[in-house]
């Protein structure tokens, strides 16, 4: 019941409609519903049809606009001609209100249109008639009765336009805000993976290397066991260490606003930042893997972006790995530093037949995607008989 009556329904219009019928109808019984132009020929009983009529096109005022209008001005028109009962003309102004609000806007200026001209009319007529400037009156119950209500329901009829512009207004900025969200998480998922990838599989490459390496070769000696092992623990170790890091910093509370951060990289804690500067390490981490490593360094190293910083030490370290991996056993690494750019080149042999630790391409991925994020360059392929990986990083200094 409560549903059914609720804002907006047709029961809600029945009731409006039943209670304007009640209010008409007490008038009625009690003598107090008076005409305008009262006629003692008429009886009392030709004004309820009329009154029903104009009760019943308030019914109708959200189902039926005009149909509703079209019933209560016939309402009207027959009401005037017995004599204009005041309880009628009331309930008609509630007519041309809801027309107003509820109607098409083809209605609404119609309506406005053929009240201005009857106000008009009315007090031409009044002046005419009367011969003098008070006249003008005749025309103030067709303001009242009238144009008024049209004028009180075309401001209800803007106003709720308006509160629907705005909140469409602001739907759309909800879903504007959410499909950010969704594309900073996307983007967050993104560096994540990197970082994961860069994180674990390197390290777990080199452990694998010397595992299989262990294992399939006949007869080693305790020295070259323990080498193996040391390499090993120092990759797992190095790995765990920077898993760590990471755990750690996922763990942090967001940063103010609460949105991840869609630049990936460059926001990254220090904890998790590694460096250019620090390749020197990486270098020998590799060469104790196994790769013999050649280092030339060109321009005069300094300060970088954090997020040049990172994204160069993270393609330093999956060429390498890759180069141990799919090499012959040697690589040669170019630093260039220059005004405006780092520029990364890591060229080796490539054994024929590949290797059965040949992955899916997911480290040539995110290299790509490391350096399109800082508007640089990279290539990776065939060169020379060799293989070879090239990251061109702007640093945004110098030009």
Known sequence: ???WLGSGTPGR???????????GLILYGLGWQPQVRPHPDVPQVLFLPPLLAVCVA?????????ASLAVGTGALVVDTALGSSLGTILIYTQVLYDACVYGPPRLWRWLLRVTVGLSLLGAVVGVVGFGQWRGVAVG?????AGLLPVLTGISVRQY??????????AEQTARLVELDRRQAVSAERARM????HDVIANHLSAVAIHATAALSVPGLDRAQVESALRVIRESSVQGLAEMRQMIDVLREPEPSGGQPSAGGDPALPDAVTARLAEADG?????????????????????????????????????????ALKHGTGEAELTIAYRPAEVVLTVENPVRPGGTDLEGAGAGLIGMRERATLLAGQFAAGPHDGHWQVRAALPTGVGG
């Open 160 to 169: 709720r336009d308006q509160a629907a512009a705005e909140r469409a207004r």
């Open 193 to 196: 993976a990197r970082e994961l």
């Open 58 to 66: 308030v019914g109708l005022r959200r189902v039926a606009p005009r």
């Open 282 to 322: 990486l270098v020998d981490r590799i060469r104790a893997a196994g790769l013999a490593v050649r280092v030339r360094t060109d321009g005069t190293p300094g300060p970088l972006p954090v997020g040049v910083d990172l994204a160069a030490y993270r393609i330093v370290q999956e060429s390498l790995t890759n």
């Open 140 to 144: 103030v119950p067709v303001v009242l």
């Open 1 to 3: 019941m409560r549903r």
């Open 13 to 23: 219009d029945l009731m409006l409609a039943g209670a304007s019928l009640a209010g």
